[in-house]
């Protein structure tokens, strides 16, 4: 499967009218994907949501900014209504703050990871850099390069998508500048903000240096959460959080043989995380650190580090047979991981996993080099080496790509694949978990609960604290709805935000349980987490 390389050079809206022509039809299936990931299950709350949406859209959409006039043209390309296309592609930007009030949404749009090190064979910074999303299935088939020579701007290469046609989310500049977005979690939420894949293209499009980056984000405003991590020709490294019309900024540098990783932490650490969604947020980025460091020893006591080893390491998952399922834990490189992608700006070269999501490293990668001055594509003639999670991890991130479309009986049939492909594997207990909590929410048969109850206690000594946590609740409920006395102590459950949702479910009466449940928790495999409506 070649990446598709394609070059945009001359006047910036008539090549994105003309790319817009060419991207009419996967841009459509990427944005009814997104709209219908995105769509409340509720009509009585899909209302107040639209309503909320629309004013937004007319306020957010009429500045009438040289991007925006831009992406009129795009838009009109791909012959799209702007109401539908802004409709669709705003959503992603809205979701880390509007699900403090509409818990049915999901709340991920893109987690991410990045690595920092100095290339030691080609010299220059290194940025390593995941994007999850939960469009798998359609992002990972239509991902491509775009490289930009526009009149008036510096080079630029951007990785996307038909549906998002600039440099936003992930890109590089000939002045050696790499950038990647990463969302973060609050509840911000800032009318006057300017759309996320604007800023990051203007960015991107207007900026030399590490000092001109800071200057850039301080007279910036987000709409909600977000953070731009940058590498430099000189070895600086910036991560800054862009919190509505607040910026929170980390400087750092690089030498050879350092390696740095950054995911959805907040860089504020005098904010607690914890208050907003996802409440589990913190545990899933502390997984996700602790196996990258591990990857990191790893690849540091190597000979050298380049772009293709760094490619390798933060692509591959870590094997976890060997320790006890209890303390697995989510690679940085997860089973919703849509792009893996190595930059060094400085001397034009791009590599990444093609294929499938999860983009884990199966023996090819596609590079991209003299980007700045005659570009190269190296497609590798080598064949795949299907890595034994693969086929696995792909099933686990599709159950939830079909529950988030309301698909409930595809969602059944790809865990049950995971639990079968992965059946030597800790993962596989993950899958079993969230099969019966599925079970638990979409059986009508009552008498299906007592070997429901039977399944969770088999799986507690074999899944991660906060699988095991949640696992502890349903226990507890379900022994209520079948008249036993309840078998677990609240002193078992640590977690602060479990332990509120336990006793708020044992001031409810049992015949209200079952109801109040269905209507309220929303499983997010790609968190190994669940959220709670019910809790505020």
Same mark, same amino acid.
């Given at each position: 499967?070649?990446?598709?390389?394609?070059?945009?050079?001359?006047?910036?809206?008539?090549?994105?009218?003309?790319? *817009?022509?060419?991207?009419?039809?996967?841009?459509?299936?990427?944005?009814?994907?997104?709209? #219908?990931?995105?769509?409340?299950?509720?009509?009585?709350?899909?209302?107040?949501?639209?309503?909320? /949406?629309?004013?937004?859209?007319?306020? =957010?959409?009429?500045?009438?900014?040289?991007?925006?006039?831009?992406?009129?043209?795009?838009?009109?390309?791909?012959?799209?209504?702007?109401?539908?296309?802004? *409709?669709?592609?705003?959503?992603?930007?809205?979701? #880390?703050?509007? $699900?403090?009030?509409?818990?049915?949404?999901? =709340?991920?749009?893109?987690?991410?990871?990045?690595?920092?090190?100095?290339?030691? +064979?080609?010299?220059?910074?290194?940025?390593?850099?995941?994007?999850?999303?939960?469009?798998?299935? $359609?992002?990972?088939?239509?991902?491509?390069?775009?490289?930009?020579?526009?009149?008036?701007?510096?080079?630029?290469?951007?990785?996307?998508?038909? *549906?998002?046609?600039?440099?936003?989310?992930?890109?590089?500049?000939?002045?050696?500048? !790499?950038?990647? &977005?990463?969302?973060?979690?609050?509840?911000?939420?800032?009318?006057?903000?300017?759309?996320?894949?604007?800023?990051?293209?203007?960015?991107?499009?207007?900026?030399?240096?590490?000092?001109?980056?800071?200057?850039?984000?301080?007279?910036?405003?987000?709409?909600?959460?977000?953070?731009?991590?940058?590498?430099?020709?000189?070895?600086?490294?910036?991560?800054?959080?862009?919190?509505?019309?607040?910026?929170?900024?980390?400087?750092?540098?690089?030498?050879?043989?350092?390696?740095? %990783?950054?995911?959805?932490?907040?860089? +504020?650490?005098?904010?607690?995380?914890?208050?907003?969604?996802?409440?589990?947020?913190?545990?899933?980025?502390?997984? @996700?650190?602790?196996?990258?460091?591990?990857?990191?020893?790893?690849?540091?006591? *190597?000979?050298?580090?380049? +772009?293709?080893?760094?490619?390798?390491?933060? $692509?591959?998952?870590?094997?976890?047979?060997?320790?006890?399922?209890?303390?697995?834990?989510?690679?940085?490189? =997860?089973?919703?991981?849509?792009?893996?992608?190595?930059?060094?700006?400085?001397?034009?070269?791009?590599?990444?996993?093609?294929?499938?999501?999860?983009?884990?490293?199966?023996?090819?990668?596609?590079?991209?080099?003299?980007?700045? !001055?005659?570009?190269?594509?190296?497609?590798?003639?080598?064949?795949?080496?299907?890595?034994?999670?693969?086929?696995?991890?792909?099933?686990?991130?599709?159950?939830?790509?079909?529950?988030?479309?309301?698909?409930?009986?595809?969602?059944?049939?790809?865990?049950?694949?995971?639990?079968?492909?992965?059946?030597?594997?800790?993962? $596989? %207990?993950?899958?079993?978990?969230?099969?019966?909590?599925?079970?638990?929410?979409?059986?009508?048969?009552?008498?299906?609960?007592?070997? &429901?109850?039977?399944?969770? @206690?088999?799986?507690?000594?074999? /899944?991660?604290?906060?699988?095991?946590?949640?696992? /502890?609740?349903?226990?507890?409920?379900?022994?209520?709805?079948?008249?036993?006395?309840?078998?677990?102590?609240?002193?078992?459950?640590?977690?602060?935000?479990?332990?509120?949702?336990?006793?708020?479910?044992?001031?409810?009466? !049992?015949?209200? &349980?079952?109801?109040?449940?269905?209507?309220?928790?929303?499983? @997010?495999?790609?968190?190994?987490?669940?959220?709670?409506?019910?809790?505020?």
């Amino acid at each position: 499967m070649e990446t598709p390389f394609i070059r945009l050079v001359g006047d910036l809206e008539e090549n994105l009218y003309q790319l *817009g022509v060419k991207d009419r039809e996967p841009a459509k299936i990427i944005v009814d994907h997104i709209s #219908s990931i995105f769509a409340l299950p509720s009509h009585r709350l899909n209302i107040p949501f639209k309503t909320i /949406l629309n004013l937004y859209l007319s306020k =957010t959409f009429s500045r009438h900014s040289p991007y925006q006039k831009a992406m009129g043209a795009y838009i009109e390309g791909l012959g799209m209504s702007k109401d539908a296309y802004y *409709g669709a592609i705003i959503l992603p930007e809205l979701m #880390s703050c509007m $699900s403090k009030w509409f818990p049915a949404i999901p =709340t991920s749009w893109i987690g991410c990871s990045s690595f920092f090190t100095i290339d030691e +064979d080609y010299d220059g910074p290194l940025h390593g850099r995941i994007m999850d999303g939960p469009i798998g299935g $359609s992002y990972d088939a239509y991902e491509r390069v775009v490289y930009y020579e526009l009149k008036g701007l510096p080079k630029m290469i951007g990785i996307n998508v038909p *549906g998002m046609p600039t440099a936003g989310i992930t890109g590089m500049n000939e002045y050696g500048v !790499t950038l990647a &977005l990463h969302q973060k979690y609050t509840n911000i939420f800032n009318t006057l903000g300017t759309p996320i894949f604007e800023l990051g293209f203007n960015l991107l499009a207007s900026v030399k240096n590490k000092h001109e980056a800071i200057e850039f984000l301080k007279k910036s405003q987000s709409i909600s959460s977000w953070c731009f991590y940058m590498s430099f020709a000189d070895g600086d490294i910036l991560r800054a959080d862009l919190l509505g019309d607040r910026m929170y900024y980390h400087e750092d540098g690089l030498t050879k043989g350092k390696v740095l %990783y950054f995911n959805n932490s907040l860089e +504020d650490k005098s904010i607690d995380q914890r208050q907003f969604l996802p409440y589990g947020i913190d545990d899933f980025n502390e997984m @996700r650190k602790k196996m990258a460091h591990k990857k990191i020893l790893k690849l540091q006591h *190597g000979k050298g580090i380049n +772009d293709v080893k760094l490619l390798k390491a933060m $692509s591959l998952p870590l094997d976890q047979r060997e320790g006890k399922a209890s303390e697995s834990k989510m690679d940085c490189i =997860t089973p919703f991981s849509l792009g893996a992608h190595c930059m060094n700006a400085t001397q034009g070269r791009l590599h990444l996993i093609p294929g499938p999501a999860p983009k884990y490293y199966q023996g090819v990668h596609h590079s991209f080099v003299n980007l700045w !001055t005659i570009p190269e594509i190296q497609y590798s003639n080598k064949s795949i080496v299907p890595h034994p999670q693969h086929k696995s991890m792909r099933h686990f991130m599709l159950a939830q790509t079909n529950a988030d479309q309301r698909k409930i009986e595809h969602t059944y049939h790809h865990l049950q694949m995971c639990i079968d492909h992965a059946a030597d594997y800790p993962e $596989s %207990y993950w899958a079993q978990f969230y099969f019966h909590v599925y079970q638990f929410h979409n059986e009508p048969d009552r008498d299906l609960y007592p070997a &429901l109850l039977q399944s969770f @206690r088999n799986l507690i000594p074999h /899944l991660p604290t906060v699988l095991m946590e949640h696992a /502890l609740l349903y226990i507890i409920r379900l022994e209520r709805l079948t008249d036993l006395p309840v078998s677990i102590s609240a002193d078992e459950i640590k977690n602060p935000v479990l332990r509120k949702i336990l006793f708020a479910e044992l001031n409810l009466p !049992t015949f209200a &349980l079952k109801k109040m449940l269905d209507a309220n928790v929303h499983p @997010r495999m790609e968190f190994l987490d669940i959220m709670y409506g019910h809790l505020r």
